[in-house]
């Protein structure tokens, strides 16, 4: 009791001797902060993306510690002024525990002899110790910064502006800043800057999941330029605002109603309750369909796919993990998986296939499939339903993807399939149908096929993934409203009913909104590109255009002969198919007038 008193007077003391200074140290604690990150942004940047000798490396080095050993001080000091010092710890989670990790970095690294590093080096293989010690502080400040820059993302909230738009911002910023680091010497292997349109081609590609190339991903970058473009892989499948939001549920201020609104939009949610709440599982199901994609992938590439260390095997692994979820379809070999031994390791193509499907079907319906609690409630109620949406993705899913294999196997069997046995053909036929939707990968040469299976391949880029999920199109409930539609029209009933439920008309003018932009879009793009490369047969610049529009990637080898014009069409397809026809109309429209008063009914003839 004694101590407890005791303790009490003391804090109390401390408080009462501190409490004039509170505002004007923490004023100056931000500033230095901000200047801090600033520094280290640069540090990072400079060291990351130029040739750095030994001794500047060392300089470099220094840098970051002091930065590091301020950034420990800072918390310390916001600590002892919070004079409500546990209930900041619990609010400041994530930040503590960065904290920690540089704690024990440098107890190790100055009582130890830093045997982290060592073995981190020893583990992955790294060339020195210089390297293993510069990845580790590399992966500190990635996470020390991003968690600043979240906690500045709260201007978001503030901004007076539609959801849409700042989701459309929030990509132009994430393009931008990587082609600025793709442009860095050290990101390709001859150490030169690559030209801006280049540059800029493979950051839209990358953050719009497209795959799209115009130089080879396998040998122009470095080591350094491909972990860029699966970072912004990444970033672009599952959203900057979902990044944002997410790390913003950690800390003290939350998820605010605009971010509410912008993920709701973004993940297409039934509402704002619903939209918060997948937030934290579309991590957890990224993650670990992710991961457990990387392990599978690591015990199966074929005996003919020689790796030059365990390092290069698991980028490899992890690389093709994040490219497969996220629909992106960038691979670190020359012809893709069309490469000598990827294309016969037909393990390997079931396990890309399945993690793509996965990445396609959307966040919500995942979320209604595999969630513990569903598989509970379901093995307890076996007749419980899935979500009409969740429904609608599987089914109509799994049709495109049935009818595309069959079809691709008839129209290939004599050409690209000639020789393979009926089982290879057909789980080659099973990829090709599962990567038209949106994935952009290939086991055949795409300049080889013939135009029938060019045309089935382009529809089904056309219609691409579910709502909600990384993939894009014009989404599968889209096409299956459509088709409901015409059926209903066709047996003359004026409401459209699906499994015992009323679709509002407000849907229906949604989906056709939607495919009447995407093809005007795709037929204005297609005309421009025949003036712009009229040297390049019709239906190859057709195929390119609906595969940079869906976001797939697949190519029949020309996207690094189109000329610069060509290049701009097909860099705007890709932004405005990622972001979404829709999203971008709603974004440069203005708000609506109400009215109101109503006008007489009208009659047309149609058809």
Known sequence: MKISRFKNTIIELLNNAIYKSKKPVLTTVRSVKVFLWIAASVILL????????????????????????????????????????????????????????????SISYYAFDNRIVYFLQDFFEFNSYADA????????????????????SVILSQLKTKPARTFIISFIILIFFGTGVLMFPEMSVEN????????????????????????DTATYFSLKGQFVI??????????????????ASLLKTGVGIKQQLMLQDFLESDSLFSAKGLLSKIFFITFLVEFI??????????????????????????FHSISAFCNAGFSLFTNGLFEQGVATSYILHIIIAITLILGGIGFSSLQDLFSLSNLRDRFRNPWKEWKL??????????????????????????????????????????????????????TVDFSALKIPALVLISFLMFVGASSGSVGGGIKTSTF??????????????????????FIPKELLYKALSVFFFAATMNLMAIFALTITDGDITLERLIFEQVSAFGTVGLSTGI??????????????????????????????????????????????MVG
């Not at 990622?578 to 429209?589: E, I, P, W, Y």
């Open 46 to 105: 400079y060291e990351f993306g130029f040739d750095v000798n030994k001794e500047e490396l060392e300089q470099v080095f220094l840098a970051l510690d002091i930065i590091l050993f301020f950034y420990f001080l800072s918390f310390l000091i916001r600590w002892l002024y919070s004079f409500r010092r546990l209930e900041f710890l619990q609010s400041h989670k994530l930040e503590f525990i960065l904290v920690i990790i540089i704690l024990v970095n």
């Open 480 to 501: 299956y409203l459509l088709i409901k539609s015409v059926v209903a029209t066709l047996n003359n009933r004026a409401k459209i009913e699906i499994d015992r439920k």
């Open 133 to 152: 010690y510069q990845t580790l502080l590399a992966f500190y400040f990635i996470i020390l910064i991003s968690y600043e820059g979240v906690k500045a």
């Open 559 to 604: 996207t690094a002969d189109l000329s610069l014009g060509g290049r701009i069409i097909i860099i705007l397809s890709m932004f405005i198919g990622r972001v979404g026809t829709l999203t971008f109309a709603l974004a440069l429209s203005n708000r609506a007038t109400s009215t109101t008063h109503k006008y007489p009914r009208a009659h047309l």
């Open 389 to 442: 949406s969740t429904k609608i993705a599987v089914y109509t899913s799994l049709v495109l993807l049935i009818t595309g294999m069959i079809a691709f196997y008839f129209i290939e069997r004599d050409n690209t399939l000639a020789d393979m046995n009926f089982m290879e053909a057909l789980i080659t036929s099973f990829f090709q149908s599962a990567t038209a939707r949106t994935a952009g990968f290939n």
């Open 230 to 247: 699966m970072i912004l892989m990444q970033f672009g499948g599952l959203g900057i605002i979902t990044f944002a939001s997410f790390l």
């Open 192 to 215: 030169e800057t690559m030209p801006f349109m280049d540059a800029l081609f493979t950051a839209v590609s990358a953050s719009c999941v497209t795959g799209l190339i115009v130089v």
């Open 293 to 318: 994609a990387f392990v599978l992938i690591f015990f199966s590439w074929g005996q003919d796919v020689h790796f030059n260390t365990v390092g290069q095997k698991v980028f490899f692994s992890a």
